[in-house]
């Protein structure tokens, strides 16, 4: 895939999967997530703070985020990343990311129980990450 084509396919919303590094002789830790990209931008996760995941990015500095299109003609856009931002999430973040994945009638309703603390696993953190590498696939 070409630039173009890759960030257009990464800007798609789809469920990516999250990779970074683990502690000891443990391996990368690897979960799925939603996320936000405009093409030429960087990329957002949400996370939560203090969690295991927070932790690995904020100790690593770097991330891997995958995704594919799992029907044929496959196709998968990998970036490997460098964090440039890792903070509590505003309720922009939130909307950014949520506006992706949920109907409309569902996002603001989604966005106060994150924003207000009501999710028990912790205060949502916005992960800003500057890609430095793609791989790319297309099978088509």
Do not use: C, H
């Not at 997530?33 to 957002?44: F, I, K, N, S």
């Not at 440039?84 to 909307?95: C, G, H, I, M, S």
């Amino acid at each position: 895939m070409g630039r173009a084509e890759r960030e257009a396919f990464l800007a798609e919303p789809r469920v990516a999967v999250l990779s970074v590094v683990s502690e000891g002789d443990r391996p990368p830790s690897t979960l799925p997530t939603w996320y936000a990209y405009e093409p030429g931008g960087t990329l957002t996760v949400v996370t939560r703070q203090g969690r295991r995941k927070s932790r690995l990015i904020r100790r690593a500095g770097v991330l891997s985020l995958s995704v594919q299109r799992p029907e044929v003609p496959y196709r998968y856009v990998t970036v490997e990343g460098t964090v440039v931002r890792q903070e509590p999430a505003t309720e922009a973040d939130l909307r950014r990311i949520g506006a992706r994945y949920l109907p409309a009638a569902d996002l603001d309703g989604w966005v106060a129980w994150e924003a207000g603390g009501q999710n028990a696993n912790g205060t949502p953190e916005v992960v800003e990450v500057r890609p430095d590498r793609w791989l790319t696939g297309d099978f088509s």
